[in-house]
């Protein structure tokens, strides 16, 4: 199937046909189109052949684990993922979150919430072009950011980073040195609103130190504990 011209689509993987009617008709008029899967058990397939620019899940199917699901579609792309779940607590958020979600809203939410929520994350996950004033080229240690390829090496090789993960990484780096607060990093880095979600910034930092920094190694994100963090100065 061939996308609209000009046209985003969402892949919506919800068990509640209520809340798919929901979110598929405000989701069309603001220019979206928008595939389903009802029980999670086709909802690869359709990542694979529909290529969304969106994915949002829903952790409790009938017939597949939200959890497992939601792991093996970050091993698959790097697609933007939002958790839409009536699951509210801590843990299964930050869960979440480190299978690769790079937002989780629970149940019930408001539709122009949702749709802020959208905005946010394809901002991430869509290239940017770097200020001509922003360094292209970021070394530390065996870690190299080319940040205008949107490529990371560490030893040579190349690391995969999710877009929210190089977006996180790019803040730091831009800023070398310079310490950054939990709530600078969110609103920069996830957008307004998001200043209060800290464990967001945690989750994704470890990410990102288990992807780039070797054991004995030098720190390539340096923490400030109940402040914030900065990227290791030259």
């Not at 937002?103 to 408001?110: A, L, Q």
Request: charged fraction near 25%; include cysteine.
């Amino acid at each position: 199937m061939t996308q609209a011209q000009g046209r985003t689509k969402a892949l919506l993987v919800e068990d509640d046909p209520n809340i798919v009617d929901l979110i598929r008709s405000n989701l069309y008029v603001r220019g979206f189109d928008t595939c389903v899967s009802f029980d999670g058990r086709h909802a690869l397939e359709l990542l694979e052949t529909e290529r969304p620019d969106i994915v949002l899940l829903d952790l409790m199917l009938p017939e597949a684990d939200g959890f497992e699901l939601c792991r093996q579609m970050r091993e698959r792309s790097a697609v933007g993922i939002i958790v839409v779940s009536a699951r509210g607590g801590q843990h299964d958020k930050v869960t979440a979150l480190n299978f690769g979600a790079d937002d989780y809203m629970t149940k019930p939410f408001g539709i122009e919430e949702l749709l802020a929520r959208i905005t946010a994350t394809l901002r991430r996950t869509r290239p940017v072009e770097a200020p001509q004033a922003t360094p292209l080229r970021v070394e530390v240690g065996d870690v190299v950011i080319d940040l205008e390829l949107r490529q990371v090496q560490v030893a040579g090789e190349v690391v995969h980073l999710t877009p929210t993960e190089f977006a996180l990484l790019r803040e730091l780096a831009v800023n070398r040195g310079k310490l950054l607060t939990h709530a600078q990093l969110l609103r920069r880095v996830w957008g307004p609103g998001y200043e209060t979600e800290t464990e967001y910034v945690r989750v994704y930092v470890r990410r990102l130190r288990a992807k780039l920094e070797g054991q004995g190694g030098p720190p390539v994100i340096v923490t400030h504990p109940r402040a914030g963090y900065r990227f290791a100065p030259d």
